[in-house]
């Protein structure tokens, strides 16, 4: 049976996990076996700058945060070796750069699970929520839209005007 300390620090770690369950807007679980460690760095560099979490974590541990905090569909791929993303602000970071990795690795490196607020994702959820355009994205195509309807009105009722001003002179 563990020590009291050690029992008390997993208690700790399941804590910290469920609180980033909770925050989280999107998170992905990942089997990360085979990858080497310079692929790693400048897959934590890209999801670091992308203001993702990533670390690995123990299975038991997460299991535990995941039931507690309600996504306990995800426990049913909690086995072998397990990495956790999650995002705060974006849905679409994590599965994004992660997706992508595990398509350019050649089967080391794959999606087990992920959730979008509230909802578990199984791997084609993931890759579906990883197609999706990042939030600048969509907003920049909202702007063209918006503008383009905009513009289309001014040169209609400039039309308009024009077409009065010379009925009138008359």
């Known amino acids: 049976?563990?020590?009291?300390?050690?029992?008390?620090?997993?208690?700790?770690?399941?804590?910290e996990l469920k609180a980033k369950l909770d925050k989280s807007v999107a998170g992905v679980l990942v089997d990360y076996k085979g990858i080497s460690v310079a692929d790693d760095t400048k897959l934590r560099k890209e999801l670091r700058e992308a203001g993702v979490d990533y670390a690995v974590?123990?299975?038991?541990?997460?299991?535990?945060?995941?039931?507690?905090?309600?996504y306990a569909e995800l426990s049913s791929v909690l086995e072998?070796?397990?990495a956790f993303a999650c995002s705060e602000s974006d849905p679409v970071a994590a599965a994004?750069?992660?997706a992508k990795f595990a398509n350019n690795s050649k089967g080391a490196f794959s999606i087990k699970a992920g959730f979008v607020e509230g909802k578990v994702l199984d791997v084609?959820?993931?890759?579906?929520?990883?197609?999706?355009?990042?939030r600048e994205q969509l907003l920049g195509q909202l702007l063209s839209v918006l503008t383009a309807d905009l513009s289309g009105l001014a040169r209609a009722l400039n039309a308009i005007?024009?077409?009065?001003?010379?009925?009138?002179p008359a």
């Open 124 to 134: 084609a959820g993931v890759d579906d929520l990883a197609k999706l355009p990042s």
């Open 161 to 168: 005007a024009e077409k009065d001003t010379e009925k009138e």
């Open 96 to 98: 994004r750069i992660l």
């Open 57 to 70: 974590v123990k299975n038991t541990l997460l299991k535990r945060a995941v039931e507690e905090a309600g």
């Open 80 to 82: 072998g070796t397990t």
């Open 1 to 15: 049976m563990p020590s009291e300390k050690v029992l008390v620090q997993k208690q700790n770690v399941v804590a």
